[in-house]
């Protein structure tokens, strides 16, 4: 059965902390995302990567780095926690030809809410 | 930049009836991808339904089909008999097609702000 695990459901930080939020898979898949999920602004992508070592922005990057060392984790990092960066954040990952003909998707992890007060 | 545009914040209907959620979209792109997210309470986000653009055919899972109308972007998603368990969070999502063989961007998905649907028993 497909798996995508996050770290934590719930987490509280302080400002300026150094925030990190894990993603691990465990279906071999190529791509990996992180997205914020906010009240009346839908999910928008932070990170995304398509391979080990390998990322690229996404819509929203400013304040947030990744890192993937090995294919199964993707992990997000706020260097400096703010208040503004308190949300959902949701980790998904796909294998290579979403839009192709096979008819593949992203599989989402559960979530982490991330409080930062 | 692609946009989606889901304007009912919140829907409501009566256990067993039909319910339309819309979804409009803007691209220059002729040929692209849909999608139907699900997110219940407190639970993972799951795939509904997809539609890919160069189909005429109007996409169908089960109780869940769309309308998607090319011409005017818009793309909608019917619940037929709606259950308890339609109770959820549904998002529209666009992705673009991909240019070559290489896999590099061809994943991005657009989303739209969501529908919190509530089914009344």
């Known amino acids: 059965d497909v798996k995508v695990t996050q770290s934590s459901r719930y987490l509280v930080k302080r400002t300026g902390e150094k925030v990190f939020l894990e993603c691990v898979q465990d279906?071999?898949?190529?791509?990996m995302f992180w997205y914020r999920q906010d009240p009346g602004l839908g999910l928008r992508l932070i990170y995304f990567?398509?391979?080990?070592?390998?990322?690229e922005k996404g819509d929203i990057p400013e304040g947030y780095s990744v890192s993937r060392e090995k294919k199964e984790r993707f992990s997000l990092i706020l260097e400096s926690a703010s208040t503004n960066q308190t949300s959902m954040y949701l980790c998904?990952?796909?294998?290579?030809?979403?839009?192709?003909?096979?008819?593949?998707?992203?599989?989402f992890g559960p979530g982490t809410r991330l409080t930062v007060l | 930049a692609q946009t989606v545009t889901q304007s009912q914040p919140e829907m409501s209907v009566q256990e067993a009836e039909t319910v339309t959620l819309s979804c409009t979209y803007d691209?220059?792109?002729?040929?692209?991808?849909l999608f139907w997210y699900k997110q219940p309470p407190s639970r993972q986000m799951i795939l509904v339904i997809r539609?890919?653009?160069?189909?005429?055919q109007n996409a169908t899972e089960n109780r869940f089909s769309v309308n998607f109308q090319k011409a005017a972007k818009s793309f909608s998603l019917k619940i037929s008999d709606s259950q308890l368990g339609d109770a959820a969070m549904y998002f529209c999502?666009?992705?673009?097609?991909?240019?070559?063989?290489?896999?590099?961007?061809?994943?991005?998905?657009?989303f739209g702000t969501g529908t919190r649907l509530t089914i009344i028993p």
């Open positions: 998904a990952s796909s294998p290579p030809g979403l839009a192709g003909p096979m008819g593949r998707t992203q599989y």
């Open positions: 279906m071999d898949h190529e791509n």
């Open positions: 990567s398509y391979d080990v070592k390998m990322k």
């Open positions: 691209t220059s792109e002729s040929d692209y991808y």
């Open positions: 539609q890919e653009a160069y189909k005429q």
């Open positions: 999502a666009y992705c673009r097609p991909p240019f070559t063989l290489s896999n590099f961007g061809n994943e991005k998905l657009t």
